[in-house]
């Protein structure tokens, strides 16, 4: 991995080269010493004590890359290059080209605009071969510029980033609360906190504003903004507190890829949950995205970090795939929830119907609770109870909502 990455950006300076005429592919450059990155200027229980460490991938919000500059873009095929170089050419942009780079000289234009075309001149793995590196007219470039040279495709996700980047400074992600439900008692037993943005007015889905962070490295930043924001919007709205809804338990979800070290990355989550007033024992750190999990140890030594100090930790999506059981025995956790896509119509197809009571059962002998998503009918919800689970959510009890109600 290495070896192929430090062929890809270039070379390293040889004795007596200075940094300002290290190559990158076969195009050099010579320009005053300033650092810069992606376009930017760089400038039993533990108890819950806000931690003075702290992450800064996930703390600095960067700036999408802009401005008059150069860019270079390194094909390792020749044929991409071509494609590329026809579709510059008719678009009457000015390129050079030094061997296997071109380099295009980008005024005042926006680089999202003239970079998003090229999604439909490559393949999604032409797009990942391409190395790009964005140099702004005026500063000059360092080694650890030239180690940032970033695929095509995650770089054009950076410079279409700016609307997330401005939602993340300018804290306008919000959270909205969707009830669970006990299936015996028939009263809320907790809330999920689900995420939201704003912008104009609208509100902005998660799938978008993930989807987004994914393809331009932020969800280190996105993932622990929204952490914060459902810990202080579930406070002011009285829960897992010492007020009235004391007991009344939230779900926040986390996922693990966006953690490096919890005791690093998760500092200011615990600073939160303590400055906020929140019980330990009523906060539920749950996993999504389970599916792409590939570092089992990882995920357990935030699990852990997370139990040491009180919390309880689930795992979502059960049912949809083979991970989310196969991740029982490793991980252990205090809840499941079933995936929707095995609750819907649970009481009427028999395939479905089988996998969700031997999960339930599983879980059942194995002492950990169950929470059904997407239950939208009084069928799905007899049928569930009938089978044994514990809790559950959907629309049939509430749809998720920026205030909460605490009686269904």
């Given at each position: 991995m290495c070896e192929k990455r430090s062929k890809a950006i270039g070379r390293s300076p040889s004795k007596g080269q200075s940094l300002a005429s290290i190559r990158f592919g076969d195009a050099a450059f010579s320009r005053p010493h300033v650092r810069f990155s992606y376009g930017v200027l760089m400038n039993s229980s533990l108890p819950v004590v806000a931690s003075t460490k702290s992450c800064r991938r996930c703390e600095q919000v960067p700036d999408a890359p802009q401005g008059a500059g150069t860019l270079h873009l390194r094909f390792p095929l020749s044929h991409s290059r071509s494609k590329i170089l026809s579709h510059f050419y008719e678009s009457h942009l000015p390129c050079t080209q030094s061997g296997e780079v071109l380099s295009v000289e980008i005024e005042d234009e926006d680089l999202a605009e003239v970079l998003s075309p090229l999604q439909s001149v490559l393949s999604s793995v032409e797009q990942a071969d391409v190395r790009v590196l964005f140099e702004p007219r005026g500063y000059q470039m360092q080694l650890a510029d030239y180690l940032d040279a970033d695929n095509l495709d995650s770089f054009i996700a950076r410079a279409q980033s700016g609307w997330l980047l401005d939602m993340l400074r300018e804290d306008r992600l919000t959270t909205w609360f969707q009830p669970i439900v006990g299936c015996e008692s028939q009263e809320v037993f907790a809330y999920e906190c689900l995420m939201r943005g704003e912008e104009n007015g609208q509100t902005v889905f998660p799938r978008r504003i993930i989807d987004i962070a994914r393809?331009?490295?932020?969800?280190?930043?996105?993932?622990?903004?929204?952490?914060?924001?459902?810990?202080?919007?579930?406070?002011?709205?009285?829960?897992?507190?010492?007020?009235?809804?004391?007991?009344?338990?939230?779900?926040?979800?986390?996922?693990?890829?966006?953690?490096?070290?919890?005791v690093n990355c998760l500092g200011s989550t615990m600073k939160a949950v303590e400055e906020c007033g929140l019980k330990p024992e009523n906060v539920v750190f749950e996993v999504v995205e389970s599916e792409l999990i590939q570092d089992t140890n990882h995920l357990k030594t935030i699990l852990d970090y997370y139990r040491a100090r009180g919390f309880g930790v689930a795992l979502d999506d059960v049912g949809a795939g083979f991970s989310g059981l196969n991740l029982l025995n490793e991980v252990r956790p205090d809840f499941i929830k079933l995936d929707m896509q095995l609750t819907r119509d649970v009481w009427r197809d028999p395939y479905k119907a089988v996998i969700a009571r031997k999960v339930l059962e599983i879980a059942r002998d194995i002492g950990i609770q169950t929470v059904c998503e997407g239950v939208e009918t009084a069928e799905e919800h007899l049928w569930l109870c009938e089978h044994g689970a514990d809790y559950e959510q959907g629309y049939y009890f509430g749809k998720p909502a920026p205030q909460i109600r605490f009686e269904l």
């Open positions: 393809g331009a490295g932020l969800l280190f930043q996105l993932d622990r903004a929204a952490r914060l924001v459902a810990i202080r919007n579930a406070a002011a709205q009285g829960l897992g507190t010492s007020s009235t809804h004391a007991s009344t338990r939230i779900f926040i979800n986390f996922i693990p890829t966006a953690i490096y070290d919890p």
